[in-house]
């Protein structure tokens, strides 16, 4: 059942992902990591050069007109030069559970037997098993524990780390401020 809930929602995140990345002017602050900022698809048309809003888009989408209707959240950070997605954060609510799932997209190029590791501002770290790759990047997902939806709903930074082939920690910070009216209208 968990493998066709990944499925699902890797589906989601590829048909969508790519269309809503954007560059952003930010570096990150961690001298290891590649500069990239979290950039959404801002809800109103902007000029060229104007900053995209950073923050949780919610997409709502049906099978069919009497299908019922699934929401799902997500935030992506790209690196600033080239536009690549580096971590796409697709978090949604299983219809059979009734729990939050996140799905993460990575890059390619990991130490895959390190994983992932999600956390929010100081707190506990929560380890991600990295379960596929494709042309894309690489999948990791999990259900959201009560304690980590806690921290994410009145968090201010969520950081989102791996490491690359050479051994080097990568951490991307993404931003919680919207986090909890975003989750108030996927749930």
């Not at 493998?3 to 954007?22: D, F, I, K």
């Not at 130490?111 to 990295?130: C, E, F, R, S, W």
């Not at 969520?158 to 749930?187: H, R, W």
């Amino acid at each position: 059942m968990q493998s066709r809930l990944v499925a699902l929602a890797a589906a989601l995140l590829l048909s969508t992902g790519a269309a809503y990345a954007q560059q952003s002017a930010k570096k990150n602050a961690a001298p290891a990591a590649p500069t990239a900022q979290p950039a959404a698809a801002p809800t109103q048309p902007q000029a060229d050069g104007a900053p995209a809003q950073p923050g949780w888009i919610v997409r709502c989408t049906s099978a069919s007109r009497d299908a019922p209707l699934e929401c799902a959240m997500e935030q992506n950070a790209v690196l600033t030069k080239t536009g690549q997605t580096i971590v796409l954060i697709n978090i949604r609510i299983a219809p059979d559970t009734r729990t939050p799932v996140a799905l993460l997209q990575l890059p390619l190029g990991l130490n895959l037997p390190i994983g992932a590791k999600l956390q929010v501002d100081d707190g506990k770290t929560v380890d991600l098993q990295i379960q596929t790759c494709e042309n894309r990047g690489c999948y990791a997902s999990t259900p959201i524990a009560t304690d980590l939806l806690g921290a994410l709903k009145s968090g201010k930074q969520l950081k989102v780390s791996f490491q690359n082939m050479a051994k080097e920690t990568i951490a991307i910070p993404m931003p919680l401020g919207d986090f909890a009216a975003a989750y108030d209208k996927i749930k």
